[in-house]
């Protein structure tokens, strides 16, 4: 298995929502990756998992929390968002940060 | 100044051209570096890997790396019209921060 899979592919959230998009991977990755990425932009990092601890949060939010139950789920929880938060969220892994990392098809979200 | 320089483009070809898609970066320590390609509303697939300086070749793609310029390029040989797409360089640090800086990206059309 050589996929990251990402659910729900889309979600649509109030400001007043409490959600959690969901992210697997089976490749043996020991670092994963949550990013966020706004229309023809690249994508911009959130958070870096490594060995399921907590290594680089990029000054996100707390209205983003994630969370990494084990070495093959992450989890984005997501509460009080802002519509400027509606963006494409990606995650991705990789061998330990030093290969090539591997993304999932992203979770569209839409605050309203 | 940004860390990596991208192009956005776009970049409109003939198929069968030969494209060449580049990006600078001012970071001294970035060792390894890829190329994503992105369709719309999809995640980036991982297209090319590279570490330190040199060539790789596979399949239509080269990607050259040349540390002593700071400059990146990814040519695509036969270009067809399944290439279009945008085009995300990436690179990363040996040590210390363990996550990707990516490029703008830049759009890539491919006339039929």
């Known amino acids: 298995d050589t996929e990251v899979t990402q659910t729900p592919k889309h979600l649509v959230m109030g400001m007043t929502n409490k959600k959690s998009l969901k992210c697997e991977q089976h490749m043996g990755h020991r670092a994963m990756y949550w990013y966020k990425q706004k229309a023809k932009k690249p994508p911009e990092l959130m958070f870096v998992y490594s060995y399921e601890k907590l290594s680089i949060n990029e000054s996100v939010p707390s209205r983003f929390s994630p969370e990494c139950p084990n070495s093959s789920l992450l989890n984005l929880h997501l509460h009080a968002l802002q519509p400027e938060d509606s963006a494409l969220y990606l995650c991705?892994?990789?061998?330990?940060?030093?290969?090539?990392?591997?993304f999932g098809s992203g979770t569209r979200l839409t605050v309203v | 100044q940004k860390e990596v320089e991208q192009d956005p483009g776009p970049l409109s070809v003939p198929e069968g051209a030969i494209v060449s898609l580049n990006c600078t970066y001012s970071?001294?320590?970035?060792?390894?570096f890829m190329w994503y390609r992105q369709y719309s509303r999809k995640g980036p697939e991982l297209l090319m890997y590279t570490y330190s300086s040199g060539n790789k070749e596979d399949g239509r793609f080269t990607a050259q790396v040349d540390k002593s310029s700071k400059y990146i390029s990814l040519f695509i040989r036969d270009s067809q019209p399944s290439d279009s797409a945008t085009y995300l360089c990436a690179m990363r640090e040996d040590t210390g921060r363990r996550a990707l800086t990516f490029g703008s990206g830049t759009r890539l059309q491919v006339q039929p």
């Open positions: 970071n001294s320590a970035f060792q390894y």
């Open positions: 991705a892994s990789s061998q330990d940060g030093t290969y090539g990392y591997t």
